[in-house]
């Protein structure tokens, strides 16, 4: 699959994640591939470009991609970063239709599941995605 080498904006992070879901790709690679390389390349420009750039990597509302469970995962992290960095909430992520309904518990160990209904940030919580602590720490 021919993917970007890096996002500028969420609607390349979206648009890579529509077609890794229409070939049929396992949410777990679309997490990693899609909603992981954005959060990267967010830390990236927040790092060289300032917090002006980085907020606008996610001003506009990205095409639905197919799966509900990526469209709230990709405004719940937008809104976690906007809060953490001091940049306003995208009006797109209030957008009832992203939330995940079936909830997505993104990791696949079952035993984590009771963490991460602990541990997600409440960005991620109210739209129905459960993660743990690690899942967004970068080194």
Do not use: C
């Amino acid at each position: 699959m021919n993917r970007l080498s890096s996002f500028r904006t969420v609607s390349d992070a979206a648009a890579v994640a529509a077609r890794m879901l229409a070939d049929g790709e396992p949410l777990s690679r679309v997490w990693r591939f899609s909603i992981v390389q954005m959060l990267d390349d967010y830390t990236s420009v927040l790092r060289h470009d300032g917090v002006t750039a980085a907020g606008q990597m996610w001003q506009n509302a990205p095409s639905p991609v197919g799966d509900v469970r990526v469209d709230a995962a990709l405004a719940a992290l937008a809104e976690h970063l906007a809060r953490k960095d001091g940049w306003p909430v995208p009006p797109w992520t209030r957008d009832p239709r992203r939330e995940a309904l079936p909830w997505w518990f993104v990791t696949e160990l079952r035993g984590l599941h009771p963490r991460a209904l602990v541990e997600a940030p409440s960005s991620f919580r109210k739209r129905g995605v459960f993660i743990t602590r690690g899942a967004l720490e970068r080194v």
